[in-house]
C-alpha cells in the first residue's frame, strides 16, 4: 500500500514514541483502519493506491450502498456525528467523501498515537 502523504504530513508535528518508526506508525495506522472498517488486512496490504483514495473509495461505495455500515465503522473509529454531519451539510459529495477519508485516517492516526504515547508513559511509571 501506497503511503499517504496526509499521514506523514499528520506525522510532521508529532513526535513519536521513543523506539517507534514512522514505518511501524503507518502499519499501526493501517491496522487501526482496518480493524475499524473491518476490512480484510491481506486485501488491503495488496492495493497499490492511498489509504486515503481506499477510504475515500470506501466512503463513496458505504454512502450508495450500505449507509447504515459506514456510519458503523465511523463509529467504531470514534469519528464525532458533530463532525461527520458538519462535512456532510457544507460540502458536495465528492468533496465530503475525501474530506471524510481524510478525517478518519488522521482519527486513526490519533488513535495509534494517544496509545503508542500514554503507552510508553505507563510503562515508564
Do not use: C, H
Amino acid at each position: 500500500m501506497e503511503t499517504s502523504a496526509g499521514l506523514v504530513e499528520w506525522l510532521k508535528v508529532r513526535e513519536l514514541p521513543a523506539g517507534r518508526t514512522a514505518e511501524n506508525f503507518r502499519e499501526a495506522v493501517t491496522a487501526q483502519v482496518v480493524k475499524d472498517f473491518q476490512w480484510d488486512a491481506e486485501r488491503v496490504a495488496q492495493v497499490s493506491i492511498s489509504l486515503v483514495q481506499l477510504l475515500e473509495d470506501e466512503i463513496n461505495w458505504g454512502l450508495d450502498r450500505d449507509a447504515q455500515g459506514l456510519f458503523a465503522s465511523f463509529y467504531r473509529l470514534d469519528l464525532g456525528e458533530s463532525k461527520i454531519r458538519e462535512v456532510m451539510d457544507w460540502n458536495e459529495r465528492p468533496q465530503a467523501a475525501r474530506l471524510l477519508a481524510q478525517l478518519s485516517l488522521e482519527r486513526a492516526a490519533r488513535k495509534v498515537w494517544l496509545r503508542w504515547t500514554f503507552g510508553a508513559l505507563d510503562s515508564l511509571s
